[in-house]
């Protein structure tokens, strides 16, 4: 079984910073990946950022290139997202997901893809 427990969401003034983190206990293979996910109040769950848990491979949606970064440290089981030049567009509860098994990009973008999730924390970005 997996445990996923996020942390640092808040409340910021637009063009701030977060940083997420996601710590994992449990047991895991290095074919697994881990994503960043939110969900806005009446909308539908959306990747944001995902990684392997092995080698470089990662990704952002286009929504966030060039303003979040996502991040593991695999020897403390954590991933990270640090989120600078924040949007009021971004207000959302972030999750932390972890799919099992090797898996093309597409596949981990997907969020009906993910077994485990975190309980979420809340990001708020005012104007």
């Known amino acids: 079984q997996v445990q996923l427990v996020e942390s640092g969401g808040g409340w910021v003034q637009a063009g701030g910073s977060l940083r997420l983190s996601c710590a994992a206990s449990?047991?895991?293979?290095?074919?697994?990946?881990m994503g960043w996910f939110r969900q806005a109040p009446g909308g539908e769950r959306e990747f944001v950022a995902g990684?392997?848990?092995?080698?470089?491979?990662?990704q952002h949606a286009d929504s966030v290139k060039g303003r979040f970064a996502i991040s593991r440290d695999n020897a403390k089981n954590m991933v990270f997202l640090q989120m600078n030049s924040l949007k009021p567009e971004d207000t959302a509860v972030y999750y932390c997901?972890?799919?099992?098994?090797?898996?093309?990009?597409?596949?981990?973008?997907?969020?009906?893809?993910?077994?485990?999730w975190g309980q979420g924390t809340q990001v708020t970005v005012s104007s």
């Open positions: 990684t392997r848990l092995s080698g470089d491979s990662k």
């Open positions: 997901g972890l799919r099992r098994g090797r898996a093309i990009w597409p596949i981990l973008r997907d969020p009906d893809q993910y077994q485990y």
């Open positions: 449990g047991r895991f293979s290095r074919d697994d990946a």
